[in-house]
């Protein structure tokens, strides 16, 4: 699932008239870019959720193989989202991508899905606070020799995972928060990192999109 919904607030004045996912960096949609690491990855079926402008998404992805899971009456953050979307998502564990960072090196959602193992509840990929470019603030998380995490550390979270599903039916909330629920998973140790080894950078403010360009270009 691609996560698609957000206001774009930071990123204003660029998501005044469209939504911050059909951004271009390099001369291609930020959007674009989550859906050609899902299709490299052979993940099927890849859903998009949408809210604000959300028509414009709609008409971006008009013919293609994806399916929208439209937030337009309530933005239910990421958390109610996917879960949302589960219907359309089908069984097993899935994959969350944030379309508002771009990678370089091996494509993460195929990383993930090579590391998951039945230890795990939550697959979060990481990249070390020292190299995450544009990153505003600290890090997210510290990881043990197994890979377990905990929160506050000097691995920032990348903005892709790997969950089991049905633990999101244990948030009583209708609008929630990933971070809801890998609180849980932390406490119970079913939490674990994975580090990126290639580029990354955090595309939120309107001045990160030349700082992702160049980590495209030294790709």
């Given at each position: 699932?691609?996560?698609?919904?957000?206001?774009?607030?930071?990123?204003?004045?660029?998501?005044?008239?469209?939504?911050?996912?059909?951004?271009?960096?390099?001369?291609?949609?930020?959007?674009?870019?989550?859906?050609?690491?899902?299709?490299?990855?052979?993940?099927?079926?890849?859903?998009?959720?949408?809210?604000?402008?959300?028509?414009?998404?709609?008409?971006?992805?008009?013919?293609?193989?994806?399916?929208?899971?439209?937030?337009?009456?309530?933005?239910?953050?990421?958390?109610?989202?996917?879960?949302?979307?589960?219907?359309?998502?089908?069984?097993?564990?899935?994959?969350?991508?944030?379309?508002?960072?771009?990678?370089?090196?091996?494509n993460p959602l195929t990383a993930?899905?090579?590391?998951?193992?039945?230890?795990?509840?939550?697959?979060?990929?990481?990249?070390?606070?020292?190299?995450?470019?544009?990153?505003?603030?600290?890090?997210?998380?510290?990881?043990?020799?197994?890979?377990?995490?905990?929160?506050?550390?000097?691995?920032?979270?990348?903005?892709?995972?790997?969950?089991?599903?049905?633990?999101?039916?244990?948030?009583?909330?209708?609008?929630?928060?990933?971070?809801?629920?890998?609180?849980?998973?932390?406490?119970?140790?079913?939490?674990?990192?994975?580090?990126?080894?290639?580029?990354?950078?955090?595309?939120?403010?309107?001045?990160?999109?030349?700082?992702?360009?160049?980590?495209?270009?030294?790709?």
């Amino acid at each position: 699932m691609i996560f698609a919904a957000g206001l774009g607030t930071r990123m204003r004045p660029l998501t005044d008239n469209r939504p911050k996912p059909l951004i271009e960096v390099a001369g291609q949609t930020l959007l674009d870019r989550a859906l050609a690491m899902g299709r490299q990855a052979r993940l099927s079926p890849i859903v998009v959720n949408s809210h604000y402008l959300g028509e414009q998404i709609a008409d971006h992805l008009a013919g293609q193989d994806v399916t929208i899971s439209d937030e337009t009456d309530l933005l239910l953050d990421t958390g109610g989202g996917l879960r949302k979307a589960l219907p359309l998502l089908g069984t097993g564990p899935v994959m969350t991508l944030n379309p508002d960072v771009v990678w370089t090196g091996p494509n993460p959602l195929t990383a993930l899905c090579e590391a998951w193992d039945d230890r795990m509840d939550a697959l979060l990929a990481l990249v070390p606070l020292a190299t995450a470019t544009a990153r505003v603030g600290g890090g997210d998380f510290s990881m043990d020799v197994v890979g377990r995490i905990t929160r506050r550390g000097d691995f920032v979270y990348a903005g892709a995972h790997m969950i089991r599903p049905e633990r999101l039916a244990e948030i009583p909330d209708q609008v929630f928060s990933l971070n809801r629920i890998w609180d849980v998973l932390i406490a119970e140790g079913r939490a674990f990192g994975m580090i990126h080894t290639g580029g990354w950078c955090d595309v939120g403010r309107p001045e990160a999109i030349p700082l992702a360009e160049a980590v495209l270009a030294d790709g």
